[in-house]
């Protein structure tokens, strides 16, 4: 892939979101929703900012994307998102009926895509997401990796007293 594919372009987006979460002290996720070629979402994650729990980059994208196309229902759109999705936005993919959601680094952890849980691909549900992994994973684990070194470091300041 190549580095003017829409796919890169589209997920340098999502990391520049992911970097302005960083910046506000927020975990770095940034999240663009794509439908017929334009972004019609994107978000970073707020959780911190806005008090909320839910306030996931993936589910403000939902959000700003189903305000920009004036249906709930986002069929033909694509995710852009710097990190696997948690299970509380796998299942925001799936009722707003995502057509692909495409991710940086997968989380073993708490995955809740393909990892963890496999939300986007239950038969039980009603809608199924096409995923796509890896696009950029260096460059997302960079993001995320360095907002965690960088907090830790602050921890350790605060608790020695300020020194460098």
């Not at 895509?113 to 239950?122: C, D, H, P, V, Y």
């Not at 830790?152 to 300020?162: I, V, Y």
Request: overall charge negative.
């Amino acid at each position: 892939m190549d580095n003017f594919s829409p796919d890169i372009q589209f997920m340098r987006m999502a990391l520049r979101q992911a970097e302005i979460a960083a910046d506000e002290g927020e975990v770095p996720c940034g999240a663009v929703i794509v439908k017929d070629g334009s972004v019609i979402g994107k978000a970073h994650n707020q959780t911190e900012t806005l008090n909320d729990p839910t306030a996931h980059a993936e589910v403000l994208a939902i959000t700003q994307a189903t305000q920009s196309v004036g249906n709930w229902r986002l069929n033909g759109a694509v995710m852009y998102v710097t990190k696997e999705p948690c299970p509380m936005c796998a299942g925001a993919l799936v009722l707003a009926r995502i057509e692909k959601v495409i991710w940086g680094m997968t989380d073993p952890i708490r995955g809740g895509a393909i990892s963890k849980f496999q939300i986007l691909n239950t038969a039980d549900l009603n809608h199924r997401v096409e995923v796509e992994t890896g696009l950029m994973e260096d460059d997302c684990k960079a993001v995320m990796q360095g907002f965690f070194q960088d907090l830790r470091r602050r921890s350790k300041e605060r608790k020695s007293g300020g020194v460098n």
